[in-house]
């Protein structure tokens, strides 16, 4: 059954992309994320005519699922997980499925934010017994739903940029956790000047879910190498490996070619 708070008020008209996407809005205001297929028994169509109203809507995406709000700066620049969330999803899928296969059972993982980890979040192997520490939407939504699976949502100020939460607390509570893996995404990956990303809330929680673990993994598609964005987090040695997609080019491989991080290619 839906959940009472997600129950549409029959009377308002439903009719119309336009008239859909303001009820999503406001039951996603009053309630938070929403189930996909909660949303359309909602509004009385198929779960197909939700991700097409989403997907051509501002301020709403379809991540793991759920309809969930999302925003950005207002001059349009900057890292805005709605626009990016559909860029080059194939290598985004294979890095982050790729990388996920070296996780064992009875793992702690951290799990950073953007548009490549759900596809991590995902390819987490099924059944196995995990600990997840995430503090972004899009992947609590996934882990939440996994059997067997303990997930540490780190809280704070939510920030629509990446739709994940960030605080001096949350930064406190990831630094008395223990981590085998961290999982790491980033919009820049460059020989010399390092890896970065756009938003800088989330360079302290990179950095300590890096110190913490006994391995740090970064997952990117072939697009981010050669690349600087703002906000710089880490040198490429303080990584163990780079997993990416197949279309990276032959030069760049070679680039990156090094024993620290190594560069793995997905299949």
Not at 107 to 116: A, K, L, R, S
Request: glycine share 8%; with cysteine.
């Amino acid at each position: 059954m839906m959940p009472a708070q997600h129950r549409l008020d029959r009377s308002a008209p439903t009719t119309g992309a336009a008239a859909r996407l303001s009820r999503l809005a406001a039951m996603i205001a009053a309630s938070g994320p929403l189930r996909l297929r909660d949303a359309a028994a909602a509004l009385a169509v198929s779960e197909m005519t939700i991700r097409r109203d989403v997907a051509g809507a501002d301020g709403l995406a379809c991540l793991g699922g759920y309809v969930t709000a999302t925003g950005g700066r207002p001059d349009g620049t900057g890292y805005v997980l709605h626009q990016e969330e559909r860029a080059h999803m194939a290598g985004k899928r294979a890095a982050a499925e790729a990388a996920a296969a070296s996780i064992r059972p009875g793992e702690t993982i951290f799990i950073d934010c953007g548009t490549t980890m759900p596809f991590l979040a995902a390819a987490l192997p099924v059944g196995a017994k995990l600990t997840v520490v995430c503090y972004a939407l899009n992947i609590a939504a996934i882990v939440c739903r996994r059997a067997e699976t303990r997930v540490i949502l780190l809280g704070g100020l939510y920030h629509d940029s990446s739709a994940s939460f960030w605080s001096r607390e949350s930064e406190a509570m990831l630094g008395r956790i223990g981590l085998d893996r961290a999982f790491l995404s980033a919009g820049g990956i460059h020989r010399e000047r390092g890896v970065s990303c756009s938003n800088f809330h989330e360079v302290p929680l990179k950095q300590i879910a890096m110190a913490n673990a006994q391995e740090s993994c970064l997952v990117a598609d072939a697009t981010k190498f050669e690349r600087v964005m703002p906000a710089h987090f880490a040198d490429l040695s303080a990584f163990h490996r780079i997993v990416t997609d197949a279309t990276l080019a032959a030069s760049v491989r070679q680039r990156f070619a090094a024993p620290r991080p190594r560069l793995e290619i997905a299949a």
